[in-house]
């Protein structure tokens, strides 16, 4: 019935699997039969917190009681703590501007690269390297800025200035006089849950700050304690001079934001949004950053991430011939598959078990459970997944 309307009346973007939610409660969800699912993908690394998670909840029916929006052309308090919130927790001396997406931030990171690389209203410097198997959003420019011939189909003609590093060591020959900035993933996540060498990174930061080249981090995955520090930039000890965010923010509920050091960059009227930082989004951020600071702080995090890590590395162990490696960070987590039918076979063979886990690249299972998963979630969903793993 439900997806008789889908198709009838929504765009066919998405292979949807025959599964409506009803309910969920942390990393636990209902459907509408009843049936109940360990949430391993919290809708894609979104659902930071868990689902219905009480001190969000009550955060966001406070605030929409007294107003939910008006417009940039004001001062909106909980976006401007949201910005302190962020720009303290990150540790870095930046500015925060707030929109609605991951590649909407993406967009507004590019702008002020552009804008970076312009002279004497003329734009000297405009081009981007980003790297293979990268993923940067669904825009005509950020389609663009993905380094994946098979999302360039139909779209074109894209905008210039975009050019494609095979991997890390590529980069430096590629630099030439017109480019301005560099744009990476520090783990690749749709890309197949693929880290960057940390020494390299490194490297490549000094390298381009020596040279004022901008790094541009993309965090839209892996920020907000995704990798289990602040920022996945936290953990590789380096200082971009642009970082975005979006999907683990607002948990759940929409917002983006890129964030930049260069913090006079943008005037006003160079850039803007009707929607994006508004009360409602901006409550939720700040409510998100207050529950896991606190999280962080008192050791439970971690603990969990050690925990996750366990039942992971657990089924590679015991699967030695489906499993070829145990890759990512904190509770960004992947399995890389022996081949993609395989693959296909888990996460159909999980559903029926009872727990969502996602694909990422080619042939990764991908882990991205909340933040907040109980110990007694996480052993219920390995016990699921190993039942789903066992019946191939
Ligand atoms: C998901 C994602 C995006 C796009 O975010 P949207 O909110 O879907 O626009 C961009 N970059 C990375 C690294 C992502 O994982």
Request: no cysteine; charged share 20%.
């Given at each position: 019935m439900l997806k008789d309307l889908d198709r009838e009346y929504?765009?066919?973007t998405y292979a949807r699997a025959d599964v409506s939610f009803v309910k969920g409660e942390n990393a636990t969800l209902t459907d509408s039969e009843g049936k109940k699912y360990i949430d391993f993908m919290s809708g894609i690394a979104v659902v930071s917190v868990g689902h219905s998670n009480e001190k969000l909840s009550n955060a966001l029916c406070e605030q929409i009681k007294n107003i939910t929006h008006i417009s940039n052309l004001y001062l909106i308090e909980p976006q401007i703590k949201a910005a302190e919130a962020i720009v303290k927790s990150s540790g870095y001396d930046m500015r925060c501007f707030f929109g609605n997406s991951g590649a909407e931030a993406n967009e507004g990171a590019i702008k002020i690269a552009r804008k970076y690389g312009e002279v004497d209203g003329k734009i000297k410097r405009y081009k981007i390297i980003t790297l293979e198997h990268s993923f940067h959003g669904r825009t005509i420019t950020t389609v663009k800025a993905?380094?994946?011939?098979?999302?360039?189909?139909?779209?074109?003609p894209f905008p210039d200035g975009f050019v494609y590093a095979?991997?890390?060591?590529e980069i430096e020959s590629m630099l030439d006089s017109h480019t301005v900035a560099v744009m990476i993933e520090l783990v690749q996540g749709e890309g197949g849950v693929e880290p960057l060498d940390r020494d390299k990174v490194q490297a490549l930061a000094k390298m381009l700050k020596d040279r004022n080249i901008l790094l541009i981090v993309d965090?839209?995955?892996?920020?907000?304690?995704?990798?289990?520090?602040?920022?996945a930039s936290n953990l590789y000890d380096i200082e971009p001079d642009i970082i975005t965010l979006a999907k683990g923010l607002g948990g759940g509920v929409p917002i983006g934001v890129v964030m930049t050091?260069?913090?006079?960059?943008l005037s006003a009227g160079d850039h803007g949004s009707?929607?994006?930082?508004?009360y409602l989004s901006s409550t939720a951020a700040l409510s998100v950053i207050e529950i896991l600071n606190e999280y962080k702080d008192s050791g439970e995090l971690d603990e969990a991430l050690l925990y996750f890590e366990k039942g992971v590395n657990r089924l590679h162990i015991k699967y030695p011939d489906i499993f070829l490696k145990s890759v990512g960070f904190g509770m960004m987590r992947g399995l890389r598959v022996r081949d993609g039918d395989t693959l296909a076979k888990i996460i159909s063979n999980a559903l029926k078990e009872g727990v969502v886990v996602l694909k990422a690249g080619k042939n990764t299972l991908r882990l991205l459970p909340?933040?907040?998963?109980?110990k007694g979630e996480m052993d219920e969903g390995f016990f699921r997944l190993d039942n789903a793993i066992a019946s191939i």
């Open positions: 929504v765009l066919a993905t380094a994946q011939e098979s999302m360039h189909n139909f779209f074109g095979k991997d890390i060591d965090e839209v995955q892996t920020g907000i304690y995704r990798t289990g520090e602040f920022l050091s260069h913090k006079d960059i009707t929607f994006g930082g508004n909340p933040l907040t998963i109980s």
